[in-house]
């Protein structure tokens, strides 16, 4: 009886040991979360093909795998509100400011630039820098114009333009809101012949593409009020468990490192003749 009972222990013995020597290998599943990095972003980023590039360096340099969701700026943001992802990169300053502020975000850091620009069918009668003028003409004379209507970095950006020139859009029954992406919402103007409001990076990549038939033009364009300023910012692990933040902050220090910063400033230059974004990680903007 007594070795009966010694062999009963120890086969409990062995199973514990065994079960306890496996608990030390992650499951195939955590292995690849712990190495996938999530994100949010605006569309910009995407239709630009910018995360295209980078994506296969980022995993090259640091192992980690990038995988991103594209929505407008205010969407992406709560995202992070919400924990959905590891880390956010838009472009709305001051939403992103509120984002740290709120405490869902560790700190922003500002990654590159682009501009604003509006487009349209009269490329003959173009405004050069003056917005006023641009924005007044398409109000008053009750022209087509498409927003983003989205929330989007775009269209937080357009609105605060019509404000700041003292001008109702809402009041112009041509004014219309596509709810779409900055390609998509392209498009729809372009088939209208109406007026948007698009950054410059994802209007070189669109009026540059052979299967997209542009015929648009830009219309205004170098006012200092247009720049279109990105930042980077890792969701805080504090408020949410299961982040990432490790790969986070991996991204964060590579893609404001000197290298990569550079590779950014040549990203669209061979193709377009001229960058589509310009770095400036260090700065206050």
């Not at 290998?25 to 999530?38: H, Q, R």
């Not at 838009?90 to 682009?114: L, Q, T, W």
Request: include cysteine; hydrophobic fraction near 40%.
């Amino acid at each position: 009886m007594k070795k009966n009972l010694l062999a009963v222990l120890l086969i409990f013995v062995m199973i514990f040991t065994l079960a306890a020597c496996g608990g030390d290998e992650p499951a195939g599943d955590e292995v690849v979360t712990d190495t996938v990095l999530t994100m949010a972003t605006t569309t910009s980023t995407d239709n630009t093909g910018l995360l295209d590039y980078l994506q296969p360096l980022f995993l090259e340099d640091t192992g980690y795998e990038l995988q991103w969701t594209a929505v407008g700026t205010g969407e992406a943001l709560k995202m992070g509100e919400n924990g959905d992802v590891d880390i956010v990169l838009v472009h709305a300053k001051a939403s992103e400011e509120e984002f740290v502020a709120n405490g869902f975000g560790v700190e922003r850091f500002p990654v590159m630039y682009n501009d604003y620009i509006i487009v349209g069918p009269e490329a003959e009668n173009t405004y050069g820098d003056d917005l006023e003028a641009c924005l007044t003409k398409i109000n008053d004379e009750q022209l087509g114009f498409v927003s983003r209507g989205d929330d989007s970095g775009t269209h937080k950006a357009e609105l605060k333009l019509w404000t700041a020139f003292g001008l109702d859009q809402t009041a112009n029954p041509n004014y219309v809101e596509s709810g779409q992406g900055m390609g998509a919402t392209i498009t729809m103007a372009d088939e209208q012949q109406v007026y948007c409001m698009t950054d410059r990076g994802t209007w070189l990549s669109q009026k540059n593409n052979a299967d997209v038939d542009i015929e648009l033009e830009i219309v205004c364009q170098g006012a200092k009020n247009l720049l279109n300023q990105y930042g980077v910012i890792a969701v805080n692990p504090e408020k949410f468990e299961g982040l990432n933040n490790e790969a986070a902050n991996a991204f964060i220090e590579w893609i404001c490192s000197a290298d990569v910063q550079a590779k950014i400033a040549e990203f669209g230059v061979e193709e377009y003749g001229e960058p589509l974004f310009f770095p400036n990680a260090g700065t206050d903007n």
